[in-house]
């Protein structure tokens, strides 16, 4: 047994600078051994959800998880989660790259790669954005909508953008048209969220006004040039994060970023202008517990 087991290792040990066609045995023996671990990895994860995710807490479509979940989801990674958390709120707190956050983590000593980064982004960050979204305070129901232009991909496309009279970010939406139906697919989605506003401010698009008669909204709806300025100066938010970007690659990647961006700014946009200095402390201590909160749960 000792024999056959040092021999299978000299074999692995050889496979590392061989290919698979040199040595077709022991790439079959270790491709074996490893669809075994893989099933063993898959049985313990159903047992795992059979045991600690109860009712809808770990349905898929945006259900949020449970706590043994969020902590399973970090296993097989080589750093530990603290610094996932860290690198990510990094990124989507601040107007940085993915290579702005690794010379941050090698200034602390933590040897990383742009790539990883940008990797445990799109992995945790939607479910540390939909739990951030859950613990948020219920927006105010004046309603301020606008769209912007954006360049993807040598494409001439609109963002749709709704925010209410705070700068808080309700909705926002990418789209390749600037008519009746992008509106009307941007109200939906607000009555869907958020519900019946109080009073809708727009420009003088007129397609803002088809979209309110087709869906027959009887809140008072305000239209002018300058009474708009609320979500006139909340694209610039959107602007610096494009320009750092070097502009959105695609809908798809833009519309996902977009969505995780809002909601960590929606958490962390103190509007430290308006409150002195010790409010100011509060209520930042409160938005990093909020953010603590949604990673730790």
């Not at 860290?86 to 040897?111: K, M, N, P």
């Not at 004046?142 to 609109?158: K, P």
């Not at 970023?257 to 308006?274: C, D, E, G, I, P």
């Amino acid at each position: 047994m000792e024999k056959a087991a040092g021999s299978f290792g000299q074999q692995a040990n050889d496979l590392e600078t061989a290919s698979f066609d040199v040595l077709p045995a022991v790439g079959r023996k270790i491709h074996h051994l490893a669809d075994r671990e893989l099933m063993c990895w898959h049985s313990n994860l159903s047992v795992y959800r059979a045991r600690h995710c109860h009712g809808n807490r770990c349905r898929k479509g945006g259900q949020p998880y449970s706590r043994g979940m969020a902590l399973l989801l970090h296993r097989r990674h080589r750093f530990p989660p603290a610094v996932i958390q860290h690198a990510i709120w990094l990124y989507l707190r601040f107007t940085v790259s993915y290579r702005d956050v690794e010379e941050l983590l090698a200034q602390r000593g933590l040897d990383t790669s742009y790539e990883t980064v940008r990797r445990w982004v799109l992995k945790f960050g939607p479910l540390i954005a939909r739990k951030l979204q859950q613990r948020r305070p219920r927006p105010s129901a004046l309603w301020h909508l606008d769209e912007m232009v954006v360049r993807i991909a040598g494409r001439r496309m609109y963002l749709w953008r709704a925010i209410d009279h705070e700068g808080e970010i309700l909705e926002m939406l990418v789209q390749r048209r600037r008519d009746r139906k992008a509106a009307v697919r941007l109200m939906r989605k607000l009555l869907r969220k958020q519900g019946l506003p109080k009073l809708l401010v727009t420009d003088k698009l007129g397609s803002y006004g088809a979209a309110f008669r087709q869906l027959g909204l009887r809140c008072p709806h305000q239209q002018g040039l300058r009474q708009n300025n609320r979500a006139e100066n909340s694209h610039q938010v959107v602007r610096r994060r494009e320009r750092k970007m070097q502009r959105f690659k695609s809908a798809a990647s833009a519309q996902r970023f977009l969505s995780m961006h809002a909601v960590v700014y929606n958490t962390f946009n103190l509007q430290r202008h308006l409150v002195c200095r010790s409010t100011l402390r509060a209520l930042r201590a409160e938005a990093n517990a909020c953010w603590q909160e949604a990673v730790a749960s």
